[in-house]
């Protein structure tokens, strides 16, 4: 009886069977959602398409894919899919708030470029810290952040001239450099879906072109992961 007891008060380990790779379909909601609103910002797709999948699949679905990348402890997905998709539900919420509700009737004059330039803004300082962390990654990752990262500055530039009356042209540079971020991630994201399905890689992504840097290489995480006995 006391063997029995004993036995019954050492704690239970539990091994989860792995998760699927959220990534492909993290990456394909962001690839069509930036097509969609970067073919507006190119001026051939209509406003206003780009909302619905903003809300529910570049937002939501995004998110959702940075939440299992947690369930995986991906550090970097886990980051990226959650960060944009709260980048396309704010985005996404903002133009039905301004729309809808009295929100828009209080923005004068160039206030919503110049708080989308300031938006986009925040949101490129962010990408501009995952583009070279994406390095570790692999090559596909990181030309999806490069390419965002233009995109970002692009649109900024526009958005703050189109504030201060001039040429709205660099919204259209900055359409056209979406819709290459969107092929590239597409791209990438079918690479994660047919090498998942396949024993041996089948699309090419890269290697990572970046180990660690020497000066910081004994510094570790600011929150370590925990470690299993």
Same mark, same amino acid.
């Given at each position: 009886?006391?063997?029995?007891? *004993?036995?019954?008060?050492?704690?239970?380990?539990?091994?989860?069977?792995?998760?699927?790779?959220?990534?492909?379909? @993290?990456?394909?909601?962001?690839?069509? =959602?930036? #097509?969609?609103?970067?073919? $507006?910002?190119?001026? #051939?797709?209509?406003?206003?398409?780009?909302?619905?999948?903003?809300?529910?699949?570049? @937002?939501?679905?995004?998110?959702?894919?940075?939440?299992?990348?947690?369930?995986?402890?991906?550090?970097?997905?886990?980051?990226?899919?959650?960060?944009?998709?709260?980048?396309?539900?704010?985005?996404?919420? #903002? %133009?039905?708030?301004?729309?809808?509700?009295?929100?828009?009737?209080?923005?004068?004059?160039?206030?919503?470029?110049?708080?989308?330039?300031?938006?986009?803004?925040?949101?490129?300082?962010?990408?501009?810290?995952?583009?070279?962390?994406?390095?570790?990654?692999?090559?596909?990752?990181?030309?999806?952040?490069?390419?965002?990262?233009?995109?970002?500055? &692009?649109? %900024?530039?526009?958005?703050?001239?189109?504030? $201060? @009356?001039? +040429?709205?042209?660099?919204? $259209?540079?900055?359409?056209?450099?979406?819709?290459?971020?969107?092929?590239?991630?597409?791209?990438? +994201?079918?690479?994660?879906?047919?090498?998942?399905?396949?024993? +041996?890689?089948?699309?090419? %992504?890269?290697?990572?072109?970046?180990?660690?840097?020497?000066?910081?290489?004994? &510094?570790?995480?600011?929150?370590?992961?925990? =470690? *299993?006995?």
């Amino acid at each position: 009886m006391a063997v029995l007891a *004993e036995e019954r008060a050492r704690p239970t380990l539990v091994e989860l069977s792995p998760a699927a790779d959220p990534a492909p379909l @993290g990456l394909a909601a962001f690839a069509l =959602t930036t #097509f969609m609103l970067s073919g $507006h910002n190119a001026s #051939f797709i209509p406003d206003v398409l780009w909302v619905g999948l903003a809300l529910f699949y570049g @937002g939501t679905v995004q998110l959702l894919a940075g939440m299992w990348e947690f369930r995986n402890r991906n550090v970097f997905g886990s980051t990226a899919f959650s960060t944009y998709g709260g980048f396309w539900l704010a985005l996404g919420a #903002f %133009v039905v708030l301004a729309e809808t509700t009295k929100l828009g009737g209080g923005l004068k004059g160039p206030d919503v470029d110049n708080g989308l330039a300031w938006f986009l803004l925040a949101f490129a300082i962010f990408n501009t810290y995952m583009m070279f962390w994406a390095l570790r990654v692999n090559v596909a990752v990181f030309l999806v952040f490069l390419t965002l990262e233009i995109t970002e500055i &692009l649109l %900024v530039i526009g958005f703050f001239n189109v504030a $201060h @009356g001039n +040429s709205d042209w660099m919204l $259209h540079a900055g359409g056209w450099a979406g819709i290459v971020t969107a092929a590239v991630a597409w791209y990438t +994201s079918a690479a994660g879906v047919v090498n998942g399905m396949s024993p +041996s890689p089948v699309l090419p %992504v890269g290697a990572p072109l970046w180990d660690r840097l020497p000066l910081f290489s004994q &510094l570790g995480s600011p929150m370590p992961r925990r =470690t *299993e006995a």
